[in-house]
């Protein structure tokens, strides 16, 4: 544990009606002691009258709850004081713990930096906490909160352990292999079990992004020609005026970005430049942001003022939409809806509760089962592992194969440790006399 002890204000912004004030570290309880507050009973809270400890004048009435180590947040000990939340009261106790010696602020996520490094957290808990903090969606929070509970690092410890279980199966075919106990077919048995592992991991990885998506936000570009009704439309899904609606081409010269939640999914939409030759420098950098934006999207809408031109989507990720459907007859609106085509007017919202049907509809796909893999740095680090285990099995007959394979394995493993934060050798040698009975 380190030898300071940390404060900071650990609820919202000031004024509040409430502020908690926290502190962990080593002299936590001398901390609140300095407040003229006799220590509450572990994990209870206490009324407290905090006092200044040079003029004895009263600072506020509040809360006290004293944890103590290892049994708290941080794995030090923990003292939170819940007072009220007013600026003035809040200054006042900094004022106060600034003075006590081996007391400092707690740098930015340093309680659950402690956490992390006295094992109260991995490092899947500590991203996911990042997640739910700046959860906006409730698919956000379920994901976020699936993942703080040990959805991927459950998954990963038990990869890993399977892991271990083949590695040391391999060093004890190098390094026991005269011992009358040890089995003899412990190269193909580990084999066995990369090749499980390969089976079990590649499928996640295969997920099309689905948990960063989540996490960022699904990418929804509107695009087409100028004047299609590109930023009429982006007013209406977003239901207020949030893009200047002209007749005049070119009004759109940067993208406009608005974020909606669909069925508890976020989604960024985006109005872009209309799509054509310009001869205005800046209009021209407008009509390249727009491509290159809508390219990047995970889904796009290409208004057309005639759908039944025979313009066709270039890919599964474009919906070709009529828009402006408000100007024609309902015969054509039929024979629309018959070929499967989205027709909208954002003028007066006809075909939009469809649209945002269907566009409800791929959020949904999105948002359902929490995905296991909710960042790139969790992504690299599977796929490194099983970049090893195909490794492993890849090598030929030599007399060094054990080392080559058992070093590829150890690569593995380090892999998957990446991901929660563990690198243990201990493991191996456990597994090694736990099962060979080695020297008996």
């Not at 439309?233 to 977003?238: E, H, K, Q, V």
């Not at 949904?364 to 969790?378: F, N």
């Not at 490194?384 to 490794?391: G, K, P, S, W, Y």
Request: proline share 4%.
């Amino acid at each position: 544990m380190s030898e300071d002890t940390i404060y900071a204000l650990s609820s919202g912004r000031l004024p509040a009606a409430i502020a908690i004030v926290r502190i962990s570290g080593p002299r936590a309880r001398f901390g609140l002691e300095t407040f003229d507050v006799k220590l509450p009973k572990p994990r209870k809270a206490a009324y407290a009258v905090l006092r200044d400890p040079d003029s004895r004048e009263t600072l506020d009435e509040g809360l006290a709850l004293w944890f103590p180590a290892p049994a708290s947040e941080t794995g030090e000990d923990v003292v939170e004081l819940h007072v009220h939340g007013g600026r003035a009261i809040v200054a006042a106790i900094f004022r106060v713990l600034e003075k006590i010696p081996e007391f400092r602020p707690a740098e930015a996520g340093e309680f659950t930096r402690r956490g992390l490094l006295n094992g109260k957290l991995d490092l899947t808990a500590v991203e996911s906490l990042g997640d739910l903090v700046v959860a906006e969606t409730e698919a956000q929070r379920r994901q976020a909160m699936a993942q703080f509970r040990g959805a991927l690092s459950k998954k990963v410890e038990r990869w890993r352990e399977r892991l271990m279980e083949a590695m040391a199966r391999i060093e004890a075919a190098i390094d026991f292999s005269d011992e009358s106990d040890v089995p003899t077919n412990l190269l193909e048995s580990a084999k066995t079990i990369a090749r499980e592992l390969i089976t079990e991991i590649e499928p996640v990885l295969a997920d099309g992004l689905r948990g960063e998506r989540l996490r960022e936000g699904f990418t929804v570009a509107i695009a087409g020609a100028p004047n299609v009704g590109k930023s009429t439309l982006l007013n209406r899904l977003a239901e207020r005026e949030v893009a200047i609606v002209s007749p005049i081409p070119g009004t759109t010269r940067d993208v406009i970005e608005v974020a909606l939640d669909l069925k508890g999914v976020p989604v960024n939409l985006i109005d872009t430049a209309g799509i054509r030759e310009a001869k205005d420098p800046i209009e021209a950098e407008g009509v390249r942001r727009a491509q290159a934006r809508a390219k990047e999207a995970d889904l796009v809408l290409w208004l057309v003022e005639n759908a039944e031109s025979g313009e066709r989507a270039n890919s599964a990720r474009e919906w070709i939409v009529q828009s402006k459907a408000d100007l024609i007859d309902s015969d054509s609106q039929r024979r629309l809806k018959d070929k499967g085509l989205l027709f909208v007017s954002a003028k007066t919202g006809i075909g939009i509760d469809h649209l945002i049907e269907r566009l409800s509809q791929v959020a949904e796909k999105l948002g359902g089962e929490p995905a296991l893999v909710t960042h790139a740095r969790q992504r690299h680090a599977l796929a490194d592992a099983v970049a090893r285990l195909h490794a492993a099995l890849e090598i030929e007959n030599s007399t060094t194969r054990e080392e080559l394979f058992a070093e590829e394995l150890r690569l593995a493993g380090r892999a998957l440790g990446r991901i929660t934060g563990k690198h243990d050798i201990e493991d191996v040698l456990g597994e090694i006399f736990k099962n060979f009975c080695i020297g008996k």
